[in-house]
């Protein structure tokens, strides 16, 4: 994810109902835990939340950037459905103590989407937790690149900033400050093991589809549909230990199937992943015409991981942008040799077993640098695609996102 800059935030959030209207206000004035109509037609979201709050069923709208502050707990119930405005930036994030429950279900999913139904069109979801990070120089915490200003790292490896289950994102990654940096469609900043992420959908981003900045939360069943820039993302030494069935599906535009880096810190537990599927669109563009971003899984900077039973899809050699010189793609890339020496070769990297089709360079580790120990690999034709169950939760505009995995 690339540097941010938010606008300000207001201090109250306000929902407006169809009988009643009801702020909740840092002066404590008015409760913090209001009883809302059962069938709200259309709720705004705006501000803080700095009591708990539970949303039942319903249609809502963020406006601008709204945030559950520490100590409060947003709960939202399945079959809900949000609305981001494009007027300004808007967002939803959960700062360090604070929690979201979001429990949708295969058939009624929480959705996230934007007014304009474009890529771009907001800044998705940030969580930030309390469990540890290495930062640049093996730092104990840092400072959010998405405009928060946030302090994230912390001690509690089994912190808990909820749940999120069968949720969809659509549409993050918002272009701000400069024009040319995006937040993410979903953002964990230091979470936590105690945190549940689950059924996630990450559609149609201008940056990452998930990224993870340190902390120890694992993932299960996630999809990155179509983000521009990597589907997969990590720094600041992530190190969930229980992931298992991630999937994406590259499309038009997108760069790197997985970035994986560990801030240059030689020193960090090499994250565990359990069935990944990477499948790239014939067509598919880096953001940059010629950029040698087109690798299926890319590790640099120290980054390490342990991954079994990877299938990889449709990694092409493309050209460089003089329309030439051919660029190359690869299973995996190995940017620089401090990271092969200090997790390659000390076994913190492993991508096994794989079955690699329909790509270039099969059965070969990629360099970008000159390397004294290449990597081959036999594609073990046994491991299959990742398998999830189609419904509701993964459907956009009747489209169903799991189609490539049939």
Same mark, same amino acid.
């Given at each position: 994810?690339?540097k941010?800059?938010?606008?300000?935030?207001?201090?109250? !959030?306000?929902?407006s !109902?169809?009988?009643?209207t009801?702020?909740?206000?840092?002066?404590n004035?008015?409760?913090?835990?209001?009883?809302?109509?059962?069938?709200?037609?259309? %709720?705004?979201?705006?501000g803080?939340? %700095?009591?708990n709050?539970?949303?039942?069923?319903?249609?809502?709208?963020?406006? =601008?950037?709204?945030?559950?502050?520490?100590?409060? $707990?947003?709960?939202?119930?399945?079959?809900?459905?949000?609305t981001?405005? %494009?007027?300004?930036?808007?967002?939803?994030?959960?700062?360090?103590?604070?929690?979201?429950?979001?429990?949708? $279900?295969?058939s009624?999913?929480?959705?996230?989407?934007?007014?304009?139904k474009?890529?771009?069109?907001?800044?998705?979801?940030?969580?930030?937790?309390?469990?540890?990070?290495?930062?640049?120089?093996?730092?104990?915490?840092?400072?959010?690149?998405? =405009?928060?200003n946030q302090?994230?790292?912390?001690?509690?490896?089994?912190d808990?900033?909820?749940i999120?289950?069968?949720?969809?994102?659509?549409?993050?990654g918002?272009k701000?400050?400069?024009?040319?940096?995006? $937040?993410n469609s979903? $953002?964990?900043?230091?979470v936590?093991?105690?945190t549940t992420?689950?059924?996630?959908?990450?559609?149609m981003?201008? +940056?990452?589809?998930?990224?993870?900045?340190?902390?120890?939360?694992?993932?299960?069943?996630?999809?990155?549909?179509?983000?521009? +820039?990597?589907?997969?993302?990590?720094?600041?030494?992530?190190?969930?230990?229980?992931?298992?069935?991630w999937?994406?599906?590259?499309?038009?535009?997108?760069?790197?199937?997985?970035?994986?880096?560990?801030?240059?810190?030689?020193?960090?537990?090499?994250?565990?992943?359990?069935?990944?599927?990477?499948?790239?669109?014939a067509?598919?563009?880096?953001?940059?015409?010629?950029?040698?971003?087109?690798?299926?899984?890319?590790?640099?900077?120290?980054?390490?991981?342990?991954?079994?039973?990877?299938?990889?899809?449709?990694?092409?050699?493309?050209?460089?942008?003089?329309?030439?010189t051919?660029?190359?793609?690869?299973?995996?890339?190995?940017?620089?040799?401090?990271?092969?020496?200090?997790?390659?070769?000390?076994?913190k990297?492993k991508?096994s077993?794989?079955?690699?089709?329909?790509?270039?360079?099969?059965?070969?580790?990629?360099?970008?640098? %000159?390397?004294?120990?290449?990597?081959?690999?036999?594609?073990?034709?046994a491991?299959?695609?990742?398998?999830?169950?189609? =419904?509701?939760?993964?459907?956009?505009?009747?489209?169903d996102?799991?189609?490539?995995?049939?």
């Amino acid at each position: 994810m690339k540097k941010n800059i938010f606008r300000a935030l207001s201090l109250a !959030l306000v929902i407006s !109902l169809t009988s009643c209207t009801v702020e909740i206000r840092e002066d404590n004035d008015l409760p913090v835990n209001p009883t809302n109509p059962t069938n709200p037609t259309i %709720t705004t979201l705006e501000g803080d939340i %700095t009591g708990n709050l539970s949303l039942p069923k319903g249609n809502y709208t963020i406006k =601008g950037v709204v945030r559950v502050l520490d100590g409060a $707990t947003l709960t939202i119930a399945a079959g809900s459905n949000f609305t981001a405005t %494009t007027s300004q930036v808007s967002g939803l994030v959960v700062l360090k103590g604070g929690k979201i429950n979001a429990i949708g $279900t295969a058939s009624e999913p929480i959705v996230f989407t934007s007014e304009g139904k474009k890529p771009g069109d907001w800044g998705g979801l940030t969580i930030y937790g309390n469990a540890p990070i290495k930062a640049a120089g093996g730092a104990a915490t840092a400072l959010s690149e998405d =405009g928060n200003n946030q302090v994230y790292g912390g001690n509690d490896a089994g912190d808990s900033s909820g749940i999120l289950k069968y949720v969809r994102v659509e549409y993050g990654g918002r272009k701000i400050g400069d024009g040319t940096s995006e $937040t993410n469609s979903m $953002t964990f900043y230091a979470v936590g093991a105690g945190t549940t992420l689950d059924h996630l959908v990450s559609y149609m981003g201008t +940056d990452d589809g998930f990224e993870f900045f340190g902390g120890t939360v694992s993932a299960t069943n996630l999809v990155s549909y179509g983000n521009f +820039d990597d589907s997969f993302d990590w720094q600041d030494a992530w190190s969930g230990q229980f992931n298992s069935n991630w999937y994406a599906y590259q499309t038009g535009t997108g760069n790197f199937g997985m970035e994986i880096e560990s801030s240059a810190n030689a020193d960090n537990t090499a994250p565990k992943i359990n069935g990944i599927t990477l499948i790239r669109e014939a067509g598919t563009k880096p953001e940059t015409a010629g950029s040698s971003e087109i690798t299926a899984i890319q590790f640099k900077k120290q980054g390490s991981g342990l991954f079994s039973n990877v299938y990889i899809d449709g990694y092409k050699n493309g050209l460089k942008a003089d329309g030439t010189t051919v660029q190359k793609s690869w299973a995996v890339l190995i940017q620089d040799e401090p990271t092969e020496s200090d997790q390659l070769k000390k076994g913190k990297i492993k991508v096994s077993p794989i079955n690699h089709v329909n790509s270039d360079n099969v059965g070969l580790y990629g360099y970008g640098f %000159t390397s004294a120990t290449p990597v081959t690999f036999t594609n073990d034709t046994a491991v299959k695609k990742v398998t999830m169950e189609s =419904g509701a939760w993964a459907t956009v505009n009747g489209k169903d996102l799991l189609a490539g995995l049939k």
